[in-house]
């Protein structure tokens, strides 16, 4: 069997997770069960939140590796491979591995009736724990697909941590249509007797936080309270600042990362109180080590000089407030931006929040997502409301639309692609870059 026909089969699968107003957590633990419940033998780091869960497990990660544990990750989406989905230390899983696991899995489910057989991500998650399970793997870590108290992920019973980065609007359609909502979703992941780190904004989302981690008896720790940064300091593709945790009591001064945003400053911050709550003996080495290694592709990542290519896959208000913020912070510039979206996104609010760092607007389709991209024409209709004629550019094709924008920026401005993250990591293949990893 071959890797594209074990996609094939599990996309086939769909995605009926997305609905949890019909549907649970019954089937993937039905199958947990029968394969005697491996997520139960690892212990697990499990992250939620609107944006940054991504880079935070990344982060905690790394650390963890830097302390010599073999670490498994788990993450979603891709960019540019489904494996990227599951690794261990960096390597993802082998085609030749996940072949194998698919076939186990599509043994099973042939016992199993139609409305028993879990959804497309459930089955990605089942994949995930059994193969850290047989791995052996010392740690795992996890991100929440979709909210926290249906994912799929939010099976595990106890995690080492609970890490919540900040909640803003995002998959209402799922989660509902306040941040009290959503935050009731995603803080469901933390468990009984479990710390919790979170980074929560909002006052209302805060409250359903602390209330939650109250009645489950977990110790909370709260950025920017009970853990922050201070001298802060960029250096063009760098920065540098200090951590400051008041319980437990920690100074640990010049922590470098690879990065220039203050949402990744953030998570660095969240990752590293995470180990020291986790009860997990540390090393300050390590952890300045584990830090700077830390690589995640696609938010604010510079892949070419000159001219200036910038990617970052913000696809929300919140991740395209802090992408502006970050730039404006950074970049004395507008910037050309090549820009599609998913027609399940706020196209107004984004366009809205990026209109001050933009010049020039290039609107492709996204490419590779099928059914939910939005069509150039709707695209453009929005961002009329924001930009001149003059502004815009629409090239259907995204390869097309790509070497267009890069050949116009060159001299002018620099080059930003953002608004999906299908269309970063297609961005990527174009320029023969396929690192995942610091591997």
């Known amino acids: 069997m071959k890797l594209s026909e074990c996609l094939d089969d599990i996309f086939t699968l769909g995605g009926r997770i997305n609905q949890p107003d019909k549907y649970g957590l019954t089937n993937i633990k039905r199958v947990l069960s029968i394969l005697q419940n ?23 990660t790394s650390i963890l590796r830097e302390h010599k544990y073999k670490t498994g990750l788990y993450i979603s989406p891709s960019l540019i491979s489904t494996l990227e989905r599951i690794s261990i230390d960096g390597n993802l899983i082998s085609p030749k591995e996940f072949v194998r696991y698919w076939k186990m899995l599509k043994t099973l489910y042939e016992d199993l009736k139609e409305n028993e057989l879990p959804s497309t991500f459930e089955t990605f998650t089942i994949m995930a724990f059994q193969y850290f399970f047989d791995e052996n793997v010392d740690y795992g870590v996890l991100e929440v697909g979709l909210g926290g108290r ?23 359609k799922y989660l509902g249509s306040t941040l009290k909502d959503i935050a009731f979703e995603k803080s469901k992941i933390i468990k009984s007797g479990s710390p919790v780190v979170f980074n929560v904004r909002s006052g209302e989302a805060y409250k359903v936080i602390v209330e939650e981690a109250k009645s489950n008896n977990s110790p909370f720790y709260e950025f920017g309270k009970d853990f922050y940064v201070s001298n802060v300091r960029k250096f063009g593709s760098f920065s540098e600042f ?9 100074i640990f001064e010049g922590i470098k990362i690879r990065g220039i945003g203050d949402y990744q400053i953030i ?8 180990l020291l709550v986790s009860g997990i003996n540390y090393n300050v080495n390590a952890i300045k080590d584990g830090v700077l290694k830390a690589f995640w592709p696609g938010r604010l990542e510079v892949i070419l000089k000159s001219p200036l290519v910038i990617l970052d896959g913000a696809h ?43 010049s020039y607007l290039f609107i492709t389709t996204t ?8 069509n150039v024409e709707m695209l453009y209709a929005f961002a009329r409301e924001f930009f001149s004629k003059d502004q815009i550019f629409i090239e259907k094709d995204p390869r097309r639309a790509y070497f267009r924008a890069k050949e ?30 610091r591997n």
């Open 38 to 60: 491996p997520e139960r033998k690892v212990p697990y780091f499990h992250i939620t939140g609107t944006k940054g869960k991504g880079s935070t497990s990344n982060y905690i």
């Open 150 to 172: 249906l994912d799929a992920t939010n099976v595990i019973e106890k995690p080492v941590v609970s890490v919540i980065t900040d909640i803003s609007f995002d998959h209402q």
């Open 242 to 250: 200090d951590f400051i945790s008041k319980n437990p009591k920690a």
């Open 267 to 274: 998570d660095a911050a969240l990752s590293i109180q995470a």
């Open 316 to 358: 929300n208000d919140a991740s395209s407030k802090v992408l502006k913020e970050s730039l404006q912070g950074s970049f004395d510039t507008k910037f050309v931006v090549l820009f599609s979206m998913l027609s399940d996104k706020d196209v107004r609010t984004f366009l809205s929040n990026i209109r001050e760092i933009t």
């Open 367 to 374: 490419p590779n997502s099928y059914s939910r991209a939005m």
């Open 408 to 437: 116009f920026s060159l001299n002018k401005f620099p080059l930003l692609v953002t608004g999906s993250l299908y269309l970063v990591g297609f961005v990527r293949t174009l320029e023969n870059i396929f690192t995942f990893s």
